[in-house]
């Protein structure tokens, strides 16, 4: 899922690509298809809104939760597929946790009460947890107290940039020239962001992602020249 999304995502978004010609909105990839009265960009519109959309805040909690113990790998897996269910049952066990004023009350059943506490957990899903949070939360930073979570969330961070970035490059603005400003100031924000919180645990990583995301900015600095001089 992890390492589809971009590709899923992109796929989605085009089918959602349309231009207006003579006045009429067509599909980018086929001028004959009138956008909007097809069943396929339809669905592709509910693909985005309730699932690739919702699945970075699910990822986002539901990281957090795994981690703590407070869901168990099994819940997570199926919140990965259902996103947008999973938040709205977090969204309702908060209201419902407001309106009755317990301090005590839990958002989501636990199945442990930490991440070092699995005794209530069988052996199948001590190994299905483990082995998530191996690939969720291995290379970020883990809590060092009792007041911070760490970056264990910081895949859903990376998700999200990739969501931006897909959508900022398929948006129809009205220049190129915008559009590549628009890029370059989200990778600016980026590289500012992952500077001010260094999530991996690893100085190299930090130092690797840095000059990856650098990069990233000078190129849509030269894409942005670039455009300006075409237009």
Not at 11 to 18: E, Q, S, W, Y
Not at 113 to 124: A, M, V
Request: hydrophobic residues 45%; neutral net charge; glycine residues 4%.
């Amino acid at each position: 899922v992890l390492l589809g999304y971009s590709a899923v995502t992109g796929t989605t978004v085009r089918l959602l690509h349309c231009v207006s010609i003579q006045e009429v909105s067509r599909w980018y990839y086929d001028a004959q298809y009138f956008c909007w009265h097809q069943w396929w960009q339809q669905a592709a519109f509910v693909v985005i809104a309730l699932n690739l959309f919702p699945f970075i805040f699910t990822l986002y909690f539901a990281s957090l939760r795994l981690y703590q113990g407070r869901i168990s790998g099994k819940i997570f897996l199926l919140a990965s597929i259902l996103p947008f269910p999973y938040l709205l049952s977090v969204f309702l066990h908060y209201v419902k946790k407001i309106m009755t004023k317990r301090p005590d009350y839990q958002a989501i059943p636990s199945t442990a009460n930490s991440i070092y506490d699995e005794e209530h957990d069988t052996n199948s899903s001590t190994s299905i947890k483990h082995s998530l949070l191996e690939v969720l939360c291995g290379p970020f930073t883990k809590p060092q107290d009792d007041q911070s979570n760490g970056r264990t969330y910081w895949e859903s961070i990376l998700i999200g940039r990739r969501f931006l970035i897909i959508v900022i490059g398929w948006w129809q603005l009205e220049h190129a020239l915008m559009r590549s400003v628009c890029l370059t100031i989200l990778c600016l924000v980026f590289l500012l962001h992952h500077i001010s919180q260094k999530p991996f645990e690893q100085s190299c990583a930090n130092v690797t992602e840095t000059v990856s995301l650098a990069i990233l900015v000078v190129i849509g600095v030269l894409n942005v020249g670039l455009a300006s001089a075409g237009s």
